[in-house]
T-cell receptor, first 109, second 114 residues
Framework: GQNIDQPTEMTATEGAIVQINCTYQ??????LFWYQQHAGEAPTFLSY??LDGLEEKGRFSSFLSRSKGYSYLLLKELQMKDSASYLC??????????WGAGTKLIIKP | TAGITQAPTSQILAAGRSMTLRCTQD?????MYWYRQDLGLGLRLIHY???????GKGEVPDGYSVSRANTDDFPLTLASAVPSQTSVYFC?????????????FGEGSRLTVL
């Protein structure tokens, strides 16, 4: 079967750095997405990785290792507004998106 | 720009009743999707449409139907609601049908079936 694993919840301090991990086992691989979802709102796109390595976009970076079936989302200089759920999704060989259950990130002052 | 609009925002429905969730996008995207989101589970695809006039079944299609008469609209119908269909429903769209681009989501429709 296909599976995406993420921690259910993480807590971090304002101004700090946090890394959210995602491991996957899917039928093929055609890219990995990270989305942010604030409580009661729609998911919004953060990043996309299809090749190994680090993609940096402002305070957010996303890393991919295809051989390990592993990605992480790195958030720097955390702000209170970063409190949200972070969803990892993998596009499989049929170009269907498989979604993780999401990681709820709690930021404390 | 409106993007994707869903209606209603929330609804309480008696079991056995029918309900249509509406979804309209103004981005001229070819592909549209309906997902449900339940606590502790990832987004699950109900139905999708790669282009106007075509639809396909996702991971959890039973009890739901869709139509895609034009590019902009993609309504989701529950013919006879059951309590297990209590969920938050998200409509989404993407420019291309092969998921090469990001998804744009509507604000969601919270449905409670009693």
């Amino acid at each position: 079967g296909q599976n995406i694993d993420q921690p259910t919840e993480m807590t971090a301090t304002e101004g700090a750095i946090v890394q959210i991990n995602c491991t996957y086992q899917t039928s093929g691989f055609n890219g990995l997405f990270w989305y942010q979802q604030h409580a009661g709102e729609a998911p919004t796109f953060l990043s996309y990785n299809v090749l190994d390595g680090l993609e940096e976009k402002g305070r957010f970076s996303s890393f991919l290792s295809r051989s390990k079936g592993y990605s992480y989302l790195l958030l720097k200089e955390l702000q209170m507004k970063d409190s949200a759920s972070y969803l990892c999704a993998v596009r499989d060989s049929n170009y269907q998106l498989i979604w993780g259950a999401g990681t709820k990130l709690i930021i404390k002052p | 720009t409106a993007g994707i609009t869903q209606a209603p925002t929330s609804q309480i429905l008696a079991a056995g009743r029918s309900m249509t969730l509406r979804c309209t996008q103004d981005m001229r995207h070819n592909a549209m999707y309906w997902y449900r989101q339940d606590l502790g589970l990832g987004l699950r695809l109900i139905h999708y449409s790669n282009t106007a006039g075509t639809t396909g079944k996702g991971e959890v299609p039973d009890g739901y139907s869709v139509s895609r008469a034009n590019t902009d609209d993609f309504p989701l119908t529950l013919a006879s609601a059951v309590p297990s269909q209590t969920s938050v429903y998200f409509c989404a769209s993407s420019l291309t049908a092969d998921n090469t681009g990001e998804l744009f989501f509507g604000e969601g429709s919270r449905l409670t079936v009693l």
